[in-house]
T-cell receptor
Framework: KQEVTQIPAALSVPEGENLVLNCSFT??????LQWFRQDPGKGLTSLLL?????REQTSGRLNASLDKSSGRSTLYIAASQPGDSATYLCAVLQTMEYGNKLVFGAGTILRVKS | DAGVIQSPRHEVTEMGQEVTLRCKPI?????LFWYRQTMMRGLELLIYFNNNVPIDDSGMPEDRFSAKMPNASFSTLKIQPSEPRDSAVYFCASSSVRQTLRRANVLTFGAGSRLTVL
């Protein structure tokens, strides 16, 4: 059974810091990995998707890396801003014969202080 | 496109009552997922459909939970009878899976239905 773990569970940093969120998964037979953002009381917004054949993806100040063989991914946020405060979730996609299954980690709660 | 639409956004009900949550996926998406989110357990996959057919319902906690997808544009998650421990935010998500190429697009989530069972 696939298990996804995110470390740290919570993080509080001053504005402007670069930071790294970690995600690990137990079964390396994944199709892709996604990082999501969730604001309080809201749904999930996809930030980055990395296919299993890729090593990293970048979008603006966000960079996500994937090491499939070791079962790890990191989300790097450069020059953090108060608007980055949210919960960040990592999820891995496993393909089944008739569909897909996305397994989520518990998330990292990020607070960026101004 | 209006995205994945869920209703109701909030529901407060008494223990024992029937609850029905609704979801309209993005037009053209052929996979639909129901998730439950709580502080204690995070996001849990309850059930997912592919081309309106339930594929994996192993995450459905009990027989009190049932889900249907009568057509490509509508799905329901029903809890009968509801219990206080069912209180959570229930998310619906959809994606497009092209089986021949085995490629999955980004999963798009609805805003969620917050359920409180008293």
């Amino acid at each position: 059974k696939q298990e996804v773990t995110q470390i740290p569970a919570a993080l509080s940093v001053p504005e402007g810091e670069n930071l790294v969120l970690n995600c690990s998964f137990t079964d390396s037979a994944i199709y892709n990995l996604q990082w999501f953002r969730q604001d309080p009381g809201k749904g999930l917004t996809s930030l980055l998707l990395i296919q299993s054949s890729q090593r990293e993806q970048t979008s603006g100040r966000l960079n996500a890396s994937l090491d499939k063989s070791s079962g790890r991914s990191t989300l790097y946020i450069a020059a953090s801003q108060p608007g980055d405060s949210a919960t960040y979730l990592c999820a891995v996609l496993q393909t089944m014969e008739y569909g897909n299954k996305l397994v989520f980690g518990a998330g990292t709660i990020l607070r960026v202080k101004s | 496109d209006a995205g994945v639409i869920q209703s109701p956004r909030h529901e407060v009900t008494e223990m024992g009552q029937e609850v029905t949550l609704r979801c309209k996926p993005i037009s053209g998406h052929n996979s639909l997922f129901w998730y439950r989110q709580t502080m204690m357990r995070g996001l849990e996959l309850l059930i997912y459909f592919n081309n309106n057919v339930p594929i994996d319902d192993s995450g459905m906690p009990e027989d009190r939970f049932s889900a249907k997808m009568p057509n490509a544009s509508f799905s329901t998650l029903k809890i009968q009878p509801s219990e206080p421990r069912d209180s959570a935010v229930y998310f619906c998500a959809s994606s497009s899976v092209r089986q021949t190429l085995r490629r999955a697009n980004v999963l798009t989530f609805g805003a969620g239905s917050r359920l409180t069972v008293l």
